[in-house]
T-cell receptor, first 113, second 114 residues
Framework: NAGVTQTPKFRILKIGQSMTLQCTQD?????MYWYRQDPGMGLKLIYY???????DKGEVPNGYNVSRSTTEDFPLRLELAAPSQTSVYFC????????????FGEGSRLTVL | DAKTTQPPSMDCAEGRAANLPCNHS???????VYWYRQIHSQGPQYIIH???NNETNEMASLIITEDRKSSTLILPHATLRDTAVYYC???????????????FGKGTKLSVKP
């Protein structure tokens, strides 16, 4: 199993550009999450989803959008990129609400210049 | 979620046991203690979790005090590959809203030295 796969691994954007970070998992997990991690800090939850067609905001959702059309995929959309969105983004999945065992992807490092 | 307090950094000699402490004095009765680690810039990795009994798996042991206000993660024979940031997280079960919203603080940076 590949687990949680994120693409791209690295990306440089100009201010105002938009892009989508892709995340897919092959474990048939219902729950999926997007976190961001700024240098020297812990992770902050951006958005999460409890199943296909259901998404909700986390702690820091401003400037981002998500969709969940399938169980496997949970893309994160950045609209009008700003320097404050320079960060490492992690996608994760879990089997359900009764478990705190999350499986994380390897991360996507985004720089906005 | 209850807040946790961890030392910012610790050193450990290779081959020795690494004991990482965590205070969670405001933990409530239905909240679990989870430990994750993050090696360099990789995604966090689940290690172990527990409610009130001590737990052991192939990676580590988790010792939770009787009053549940603190816990210790034990890596019995630390190797250089265990150098990472270790996060202690308190999380409840069966609550609505942001299910699985694990709150990652800054953790403890463990350096295993030869």
């Amino acid at each position: 199993n590949a687990g949680v796969t994120q693409t791209p691994k690295f990306r440089i954007l100009k201010i105002g550009q938009s892009m989508t970070l892709q995340c897919t998992q092959d474990m048939n997990h219902n729950y999926m999450y997007w976190y961001r991690q700024d240098p020297g800090m812990g992770l902050k939850l951006i958005y999460y989803s409890v199943g296909a067609g259901i998404t909700d905001k986390g702690e820091v959702p401003n400037g981002y959008n998500v969709s969940r059309s399938t169980t496997e995929d949970f893309p994160l959309r950045l609209e009008l990129a700003a320097p404050s969105q320079t960060s490492v983004y992690f996608c994760a999945s879990s089997a359900g609400k009764n478990t705190g065992e999350l499986f994380f992807g390897e991360g996507s490092r985004l720089t906005v210049l | 979620d209850a807040k946790t307090t961890q030392p910012p950094s610790m050193d450990c000699a290779e081959g020795r046991a690494a004991n990482l402490p965590c205070n969670h004095s405001t933990i409530s009765g239905n909240e679990y203690v989870y430990w994750y680690r993050q090696i360099h810039s990789q995604g966090p990795q689940y290690i172990i979790h527990g409610l009130k009994n001590n737990e052991t798996n192939e990676m580590a042991s988790l010792i939770i005090t009787e009053d549940r206000k603190s816990s210790t993660l034990i890596l019995p024979h630390a190797t250089l590959r265990d150098t990472a940031v270790y996060y202690c997280i308190v999380r409840g079960m069966n609550y609505g809203g942001s299910q699985g919203n694990l709150i990652f603080g800054k953790g403890t940076k463990l350096s295993v030295k030869p």
